[in-house]
């Protein structure tokens, strides 16, 4: 089992950058692959990155690539979004998920551990 915990979330300006992290319990952190998803009030929770156990192989949503990317390090049992060119519609709670099942990475219901969220809010 795992435990997540994001931070980094904030209030910025439209074209502005943040950087999310979402820190994991547990010895076996580079046994599950990682994931960020995204709620928006009134809309379901989507997908935004992936990574791989090794963090050889990432995935993004067409709507954040070239602006986002994911990374992790798994001595620190930790995984970062890197979010830049920050638009409104980035507007939402920010959930890191933990999945040890290969698959899509992009299906939400891959994923067994979920975080609490974190709130990041883009001002036009």
């Known amino acids: 089992q795992v435990q997540l915990v994001e931070s980094g979330g904030g209030l910025v300006q439209a074209g502005g950058s943040l950087r999310l992290s979402c820190a994991a319990s547990g010895r076996t952190f580079s046994s599950y692959a990682m994931g960020w998803f995204r709620q928006a009030p009134g809309k379901e929770r989507g997908f935004v990155a992936a990574?791989?156990?090794?963090?050889?192989?990432?995935y993004y949503a067409e709507s954040v690539k070239g602006r986002f990317t994911i990374s992790r390090d798994n001595a620190k049992n930790a995984v970062h979004l890197q979010m830049n060119s920050l638009k409104p519609e980035d507007t939402g709670v920010y959930y890191c998920?933990?999945?040890?099942?290969?698959?899509?990475?992009?299906?939400?219901?891959?994923?067994?551990?979920w975080g609490q969220g974190t709130q990041v809010t883009v001002s036009s």
């Open positions: 990574i791989s156990r090794s963090g050889g192989d990432t």
């Open positions: 998920a933990a999945t040890n099942t290969s698959g899509r990475y992009s299906w939400i219901r891959l994923y067994d551990y």
